[in-house]
């Protein structure tokens, strides 16, 4: 008898709940499990200093992958971005989907349940991420198939043989998870070009551009980098600077020569 009337009284407190206490009833802790991750919050400050080197504008996409509470997407939106955060638990979407509307940002920051490795963030202009070496490693691929230029902006862990743009960490009274590093996203160029001069054969390791320019019947090496659209590279006493436009790109040579180069990609060559 006592313990059926324990029983209705729990359901109706429960039932006479407000549903904003109901709402909140759900708090997690920080290395909660997750599929992929733990969720470790990000700190304030470096939430910050992450989108300032990004430059997050209002023109800008912002996705966060295992965005947890959605604090990244909530303070992109915020800035008047458009913002997506992807996360596989289902009780943190629910928590960041409260959390972007009691910040006023609900129209803008949105947040979907699913897997980071199969989602399709192929939109974004910017990658906001606190995620292992691991998860930057299997993600990497899809990293350089964004759009070259994309800025992506990680939380304490590098990406695997990729070379920062620029480093820092946050200050203001951060004392954990406080460093964070910017990466662009490199055109593709690996493949043959035709250049007036002769063709040039690009092997391309990220930024890094090694490759071999045929040329009056002889081989020059050629040696240079990518940085978002814009390629730098130098064959024998020439240094050619430009930008790439998919299968074309355009610059000024200097050197034992000097001008305006063009070259094109030869189909079935590389990728674009």
Known sequence: MILTMLLRLSIVILLGMPVAAAAQAFQPEPWRPGKDVVWVPTPAETVDKMLDMAGVT????????????????IAAAKRGARALGIEYDPEMVALARRNAEAAGVGDKARFIQGDMYEADFSQATVLALFLLPQNLRRLAPKFLALAAGTRIVTNTYRIEDWEDEESATASGGCYAWCSVYRY???AQVAGTWHLPGGDITFTQSFQALSGTLRASGRDLKALGEVKGDRIHFSVGLDTYTGRVHGDSMNGQVAGATSGYWTATR???QGTN
Do not use: A, N, T
């Open 184 to 186: 662009v996203v490199p």
């Open 266 to 268: 030869i189909r079935g």
């Open 58 to 73: 209002p023109k800008d996409f912002v996705v966060d992958l295992g965005s947890g509470d959605g604090r990244l997407v």
